[in-house]
């Protein structure tokens, strides 16, 4: 089972330019250790006769048929809108003037 050492830690840490403290460094060790066994654990079962897949139920079930419909005319689509003018939905500026 590999294990992190503490150097390790250290030196991912001074990969992603992060200053980590020795309480940081010891809880970085015990979760990236069981990670690692989790990691383990997956690559032991045993998967020979399994079929490589990327997702385990078929994409067709989830699409419909393309079909053109009609679209909202603009009074339609605004018509629900607490605020409109002109045609155009009206919201609350959000940034300082330019």
């Given at each position: 089972m590999p294990t992190f050492t503490k150097e390790e830690i250290v030196h991912l840490?001074?990969?992603a330019r992060i200053a980590l403290t020795d309480e940081e460094i010891t809880r970085l060790q015990g979760d990236l250790n069981v990670?690692?066994?989790?990691?383990?654990?997956v690559q032991e079962v045993a998967t020979d006769d399994v079929e490589p897949t990327a997702n385990p139920v078929?994409?067709?079930?989830?699409?419909?048929?393309?079909?053109?419909?009609?679209?909202?005319t603009q009074a339609e689509a605004t018509a629900g809108a607490p605020v409109s003018e002109a045609g155009m939905f009206v919201a609350p500026r959000i940034l300082g003037q330019e």
């Open positions: 840490g001074d990969l990670i690692a066994e989790s990691i383990n654990k078929p994409l067709e079930a989830y699409l419909r048929p393309d079909v053109p419909e009609t679209p909202l």
